[in-house]
T-cell receptor
């Protein structure tokens, strides 16, 4: 069964604004990853956070992980039109990498 | 260049006609998997393979077969395709299936079964 589940939001924001999306999961995890998908293409890895980490940064991305609440958030700061995509969280463990349903983000120039 | 290659990219077929979608990776990854993506359902895992000759079912294995005779290749076989298998399929590979390493995805195969 899928573990990662994003809040089923479709975000529409202006360029330069921040975009935040959330992911919750049900069971214990080793790690949590975030991926981006542009318009039906293959997913691209963005960032990985381990279960013993609380926050991680990569460029304009900030990921937080709260294992007590079984949730994670992805923040994209100073969004650009090129950030328009679907974003997925994925949880690892038990020989599986399970993806959530995805969050669609549209950045308006 | 590290990559996962799927073929074909697009395929239209008729119900019941056996087909194979190929997947090949050049990163010497042990872990490979297949997903299908449907609107509103996200990515669902079909099958995965921990290594050569080691495969296991994912969330939605019915109607699919896989094999892993070589480390680099992980074909997906639809013995008797049906319209409900119309979907976007992705192959992925990784150093690990435990999630501590990133997964690399192919560009996808859009399959239509009529």
């Amino acid at each position: 069964s899928q573990q990662g589940e994003e809040d089923p939001q479709a975000l529409s924001i202006q360029e330069g604004e921040n975009a935040t999306m959330n992911c919750s999961y049900k069971t214990s995890i080793n790690n949590l990853q975030w991926y981006r998908q542009n318009s039906g293409r293959g997913l691209v890895h963005l960032i990985l956070i381990r279960s013993n980490e609380r926050e991680k940064h990569s460029g304009r991305l900030r990921v937080t992980l709260d294992t007590s609440k079984k949730s994670s958030s992805l923040l994209i700061t100073a969004s650009r039109a090129a950030d328009t995509a679907s974003y997925f969280c994925a949880t690892g463990g038990n020989n599986r990498l399970a993806f959530g349903k995805g969050n669609q983000v549209v950045v308006i120039p | 260049e590290a990559q996962v290659t799927q073929n074909p990219r697009y395929l239209i077929t008729v119900t019941g006609k056996k087909l194979t979608v190929t997947c090949s990776q050049n990163m010497n990854h042990e872990y490979m998997s297949w997903y299908r993506q449907d609107p509103g359902l996200g990515l669902r895992q079909i099958y995965y393979s921990m290594n050569v000759e080691v495969t296991d079912k994912g969330d939605v294995p019915e109607g699919y077969k896989v094999s892993r005779k070589e480390k680099r290749n992980f074909p997906l076989i639809l013995e008797s395709p049906s319209p409900n298998q119309t979907s976007l399929y992705f192959c992925a590979s990784s150093l690990s299936g435990q999630g501590w390493a990133e997964a690399f995805f192919g560009q996808g195969t859009r399959l239509t079964v009529v």
